[in-house]
């Protein structure tokens, strides 16, 4: 029984903590779920590293959506000229929109 209070005292001090330091949801910049990667970035498997980071700074700067989806798309047709270059197949789309949550 003592654990099972312990255990309740810990989860609910957790919850506290996590809620008074949460970010604004309307803000995607600030949030803390990432706005690049193979989920959301065409081409992720045909970039290097250096690339990567690169096109993870531009995107968390992106100040509107009209932005950000005129850079996607700019990035998609160079990602679809580079597999064809190396012959390795079309990247897939990505499952995520990178863009989702930025303001008009």
């Not at 949030?31 to 081409?43: H, I, L």
């Amino acid at each position: 029984m003592v654990r099972l209070r312990l255990f309740a005292l810990c989860g609910a001090t957790c919850l506290a903590c996590g809620t008074a330091h949460a970010q604004p949801a309307g803000d995607a910049r600030t949030s803390m779920t990432p706005r690049a990667g193979p989920g959301y970035t065409n081409g992720w498997s045909l970039m290097t590293p250096q690339e990567r980071h690169d096109y993870q700074v531009k995107i968390m700067a992106m100040p509107s959506v009209y932005a950000c989806r005129a850079f996607v798309e700019d990035h998609h047709r160079k990602m679809v000229a580079r597999a064809k270059e190396t012959n390795a197949g079309l990247p897939p789309p990505p499952r995520l929109d990178v863009c989702d949550g930025l303001p008009q």
